[in-house]
C-alpha cells in the first residue's frame, strides 16, 4: 500500500502543544470511506433523497472528490447496489451449490438471507427498495435460476413434470424474500426458527405436489 501523506497543523509549539499530524488518505482508502457513507445514506433516505451534497458533507470533504471518483450520485449508488448484489449473490450460491438435500439447502438458503439482513441490514434496505436500476428483482430472478436445477432434480426424482420449475423457483424464492422484507422490521422470532417455518410451508408444500393440479371449480368456491 502506497504511503500515506502527512500534513503539520499550522499551530506551532509557541504554546507548549505538540502540532497535530493528520493522515491524508490514500485514493483507494478515500474510495472505501465515500462508499461507506453513501451506503449509510442511501438505506437511510434512499437514492432520491440523499444528495452529494450530504455524502461530501458526512465525508468531510468537497463535492469535487465525490465526482472524481464516482462520475456523480448515480455511478456511486451503482457501485454500491453492485457490492452488495455480488455480496448476497456469492453468499446464496456457496450453500445452493453444496450439494446437500435439498430441504437442507432450502433452509441454509432462507438462513443465508435472514443472516445477511441482520449483519448487513443497510445493504439489504438498499437492495429491497431499490427502483432505479431493478437490481433486486435482477437479483432475485439470479438465485431462482440457481433454485429451479434443484428443483428439476427433485421433481425428476419424484416423477413430477419438470415443466413448471422455473415458476416453483421464482415462488419460492418470492416467498422468502418478502418474508425477509418483513423480518427486517420485526426481527423476531430468531432468524433460525423464521427459516424453519419457511421451510415448514415451502418445503412441506413441494414434497406434496400434485403431479396435475387443477384449479378449483368454480361452483365450490364460494
Sequence with gaps: MAARRRTRDSRGDADGVAPVTRVRMTGKERRQQLLDVARELFAEKGFDGTSIEEIAARAKVS???????????EGLYAVVVDRE?????????????????????????????????????????????DSTSGAFSSLLN????????????????RG?????????????????SVT????????????????????????????HLEAKPRPIPRHKRS
Design 85 to 129: 448484489m455480488s455480496e448476497l449473490l456469492n453468499r446464496l450460491t456457496r450453500v445452493l451449490s453444496e450439494g446437500q438435500h435439498p430441504r437442507d439447502m432450502v433452509e441454509q438458503a432462507a438462513l443465508v438471507l435472514l443472516t445477511y439482513i441482520e449483519e448487513e441490514t443497510d445493504g439489504f434496505r438498499i437492495l429491497s427498495r
Design 160 to 176: 413430477v413434470s419438470t415443466k413448471h420449475a422455473a415458476m416453483y423457483a421464482q415462488m419460492l424464492v418470492g416467498m422468502v
Design 63 to 73: 463535492k469535487p472528490v465525490v465526482y472524481e471518483h464516482f462520475g456523480g450520485k
Design 180 to 207: 425477509g422484507m418483513w423480518w427486517l422490521e420485526e426481527r423476531k422470532p430468531k432468524r433460525e426458527e423464521v427459516a424453519a417455518h419457511l421451510v415448514n410451508l415451502g418445503w412441506n408444500g413441494l414434497a
Design 142 to 157: 439470479d438465485i431462482a435460476t440457481q433454485v429451479e436445477y434443484v428443483l428439476v432434480r427433485e421433481f425428476g426424482q
